[in-house]
C-alpha cells in the first residue's frame, strides 16, 4: 500500500517563512488564523489524510463507483468518510459564517485540499466540486437562491457540481445545445444532456445541486448566447427545504483509466426546474467563478500527486536493496546498496521533489493572492492580486498537472517492476493524475488563454505586473553573493520571457497560428521561470535560517540542495522550448491533413 503523510512541515514552512501568513491573515482581518490555531487545523487534517483518507484510497480504486438505474453507490467506506468529514466542519471552514461556515481563510482550507487529495485522489473530488458551486452561488446568485442552497451547500449535507460538456461540444461551449424553457413562476425548465460530470450522481449527500449552462430560446449564436441555471437534483424551498424529485437522471457513468472511485456521470435534465444565475446571455462570465475556482483545484491535484508519488519513491528507494554504489559501499552487512544511492535514482527523486516543493510554493503564493480578491479592502491591493491571480491561474492548473505526470512516472519507473504492479500504489497515482491535464480545459486551452488572452490580450500589462515583482525581489538580494547566479539566471529569464512574447506577438500578426504553434511551450516556459522565482526565495529563506542557528539544520540544507538541483538541471530545460518556439508553426501546419493518412 502507498505510504503517505501530510506535509506540515513544508506547507508551514512557505507559509510562514516565505510568504509571512502571520501578517497577512492578520492583515485581512482573519484574527483567528493565528500560528498556533493553523497549527492545529493542520494536525487534524494530516490525521483525517493518513488515517481516514488514505486506507480506502486503493480499495475504492478496485472496488470503483457502481450504477443501477439511475442510482449511483460509491466504494466502500467513501460515505463513512464523508459523513466523518462533514462532521468535523470540513466542509464550511472558509465560507462565511452568515451561511454556516466558519469564515476562515480560502487558502488555509486550500492547503489542506492538498492533502486530501494525495491520500485519496477520488474521495477528495466529491467535497471538492461543492467548492466552486458554492462560490458561484456566493457571487452571483440571488439573496434567494443563496438561502434556498447556501446553508446545506457549506454545510455539507448537499453537495454541487459544475455541467459544461456535453458529447458533442467539449472545450467549445458556443455549441452547446442544452437549452431552458422559462416558466410562468420566473424558473426555467432545462432538457439536454451533459457528460463527464464528477460527483454528478452518488450516495454521499442528500442532495446534489447542478450548475448548469444552457441556451435560452432567442438567445444569440455561440458563447454569448450562453446563461447559467442552478437546477437540484431535489427540489428545494424557500429555506432550503428538501422537496420531491426534480427531472434530473444519471444515465450512466464512465468506466476510466483512473479516479475509478469518483462518479463520472451522464446526467440527464429532462425539463428539469431550474433557477437563473445572473443575467441572461451572461452565464459564461458567471461561470468563470466555478472555473478558476476549480482551476486551481485542478493544479493542486497535480501537486498533490508529485507529493504523493514523491513520499512512495522515496520510501522505497531507501528500503531496495540493488547493486552496490557507485561512490563505494553504503551497506557492507547486506548483499546490496539502497537504490537511493544511484545517480539516475536520485535524478528522479530530486525532480519530484524539486516539483512538488517549488510547485507547492507557488500554489500557496497563488492562494494568497485569492484570499486578497476576496475580502481584502484595499482597491489597489484587490485588482494587484486579481491580475497576478489572472496570469498566475492557467500556469497553476497546467504547469503542476504537466510536471505531475513526469512525477508519477518517476514513482512507477524508482519502483522498477513493481512500479507496474497495482499493490504498491504507484499505477494508481500515474492512472489517476492522468486526467488532471485534461479537464477544466486541456493543457493546450490553458495554454492559449495564457498566451493569447492573458498576455497579448492585456497588450503584455499583466506579464509586467508579475516579473516586476520578480525583478525587483533580484535586485534586492544582489549583495547576497552566494545566490548571483541564481538570481542573475532569474532576470535575464524575465527579460528574454518578454523578447518571446514579442517575437510571437509579431508572427501572429502575419500568421495566426503562430500563437498555437507557440502557446504550450511558452506556458512550459513560463512555468518553469516562475517556479524558479520561488525557488530563489526558498534557498534565501534557507540560507538566512542556518546563519542564524536552527535546530534543524538539515531540512534547510535540503532545500539548498534541491534549488541547486532545480537550477541546474530543471530551469535549464528552457532552452529547448526556446528552440521550439522559435521554429515556428511551418513545421506543424505546411504538412497536408492527407498527409496525416495510415498507409
Keep these: 500500500m502507498q505510504y503517505f503523510k501530510a506535509p506540515q512541515k513544508e506547507a508551514l514552512f512557505v507559509m510562514n517563512e516565505l510568504l509571512g501568513y502571520e501578517k497577512h491573515y492578520a ?4 484574527s483567528e488564523a493565528t500560528p ?26 478496485a472496488e470503483g463507483c457502481t450504477w443501477d438505474d439511475g442510482v449511483v453507490t460509491t466504494p466502500t467506506g467513501f460515505k463513512e468518510a464523508y459523513q466523518q468529514y462533514v462532521d468535523g466542519g470540513w466542509t464550511g471552514m472558509a465560507h462565511p459564517e452568515e451561511f454556516g461556515g466558519q469564515g476562515l481563510p480560502y487558502s488555509l482550507n486550500s492547503v489542506m485540499a492538498e492533502w486530501f487529495s494525495s491520500a485519496n485522489h477520488s474521495w477528495a473530488m466529491y467535497p471538492g466540486l461543492s467548492q466552486g458551486c458554492i462560490e458561484t452561488l456566493k457571487e452571483h446568485g440571488t439573496p434567494e437562491q443563496q438561502k434556498m442552497f447556501l446553508h446545506n451547500l457549506v454545510g455539507g449535507s448537499w453537495t454541487g457540481t459544475m455541467c459544461l460538456t456535453e458529447p458533442h461540444c467539449g472545450s467549445d461551449l458556443g455549441m452547446l445545445k442544452c437549452k431552458a424553457e422559462p416558466n410562468a413562476d420566473g424558473t426555467y425548465s432545462l432538457t439536454g444532456t451533459k457528460i463527464f460530470i464528477s460527483a454528478g450522481e452518488h450516495d454521499m449527500s442528500e442532495n446534489i445541486v447542478h450548475i448548469v449552462i444552457a441556451r435560452l430560446p432567442d438567445a444569440p449564436s455561440g458563447t454569448k448566447g450562453i446563461s447559467l441555471f442552478v437546477v437540484p437534483k431535489f427540489h428545494a424551498g424557500p429555506e432550503g427545504e428538501k422537496l420531491e424529485r426534480n427531472a434530473v437522471s444519471c444515465g450512466s457513468i464512465e468506466h476510466k483509466m483512473g479516479i475509478k472511485g469518483s462518479a463520472t456521470c451522464v446526467i440527464n435534465f429532462d425539463g428539469a426546474k431550474g433557477y437563473l444565475v445572473g443575467t441572461e446571455n451572461r452565464g459564461l462570465n458567471c461561470m468563470f467563478t466555478f472555473m478558476n475556482t476549480a482551476r486551481i483545484g485542478t493544479g493542486l491535484e497535480g501537486l498533490s500527486a508529485s507529493e504523493a508519488a514523491f513520499q512512495g519513491a522515496l520510501s522505497y528507494a531507501k528500503d531496495r536493496l540493488q547493486f552496490r554504489a557507485m561512490t563505494g559501499v553504503k551497506n557492507p552487512d547486506g548483499p546490496a546498496d539502497a537504490i537511493i544511492n544511484h545517480p539516475d535514482v536520485r535524478r528522479m527523486l530530486l525532480t519530484q521533489k524539486a516539483f512538488a516543493e517549488g510547485n507547492r510554493a507557488l500554489a500557496i503564493y497563488a492562494m494568497q493572492l485569492v484570499d486578497i ?21 492557467p500556469i497553476v492548473k497546467a504547469f503542476l498537472t504537466e510536471t505531475a505526470q513526469e512525477s508519477t512516472s518517476y514513482g512507477m519507473q524508482v519502483y522498477g517492476g513493481h512500479g507496474f504492479i497495482a499493490e504498491w500504489g504507484m499505477e ?14 486541456t493543457t493546450g486551452i490553458q495554454a492559449i488563454d495564457l498566451l493569447a488572452r492573458k498576455v497579448v490580450g492585456s497588450n503584455g500589462k499583466l506579464l509586467n505586473i508579475f516579473t516586476d515583482e520578480v525583478k525587483e525581489y533580484c535586485k534586492s538580494i544582489r549583495d547576497k553573493s552566494l545566490f548571483n547566479a541564481w538570481s542573475n539566471s532569474i532576470d535575464k529569464h524575465c527579460d528574454e520571457w518578454h523578447q518571446i512574447t514579442e517575437d510571437i506577438m509579431q508572427r501572429a500578426a502575419k500568421s495566426p497560428a503562430e500563437l498555437g504553434a507557440a502557446s504550450v511551450d511558452y506556458l512550459m516556459y513560463s512555468g518553469y521561470v516562475v517556479v524558479g522565482y520561488f525557488w530563489l526565495k526558498m534557498a534565501v529563506v534557507a540560507q538566512q535560517k542556518l546563519d542564524e542557528g536552527t535546530n534543524d539544520p538539515e531540512f534547510y540544507k535540503a532545500k539548498l540542495h534541491t534549488a541547486k538541483f532545480y537550477f541546474d538541471r530543471l530551469l535549464t530545460r528552457t532552452r529547448s522550448l526556446v528552440s521550439a518556439m522559435e521554429s515556428g508553426a511551418d513545421n506543424l501546419m505546411n504538412m497536408e491533413e492527407e498527409q496525416f493518412n495510415i498507409v
Design 36 to 61: 498556533d490555531m493553523v497549527e492545529a487545523i493542520f494536525s487534524e487534517a494530516a490525521k483525517f489524510a493518513e488515517n481516514v483518507l488514505a486506507p480506502i484510497n486503493a480499495s475504492g480504486d
Design 27 to 30: 492583515d485581512l482581518g482573519y
Design 428 to 441: 494508481q497515482l500515474a492512472r489517476d493524475t492522468r486526467i488532471c491535464t485534461m479537464y477544466e480545459g
Design 373 to 393: 480578491t476576496h475580502v481584502s479592502e484595499d482597491e489597489a491591493a484587490k485588482k494587484l492580486a486579481e491580475a497576478k491571480l489572472a496570469l498566475l491561474t
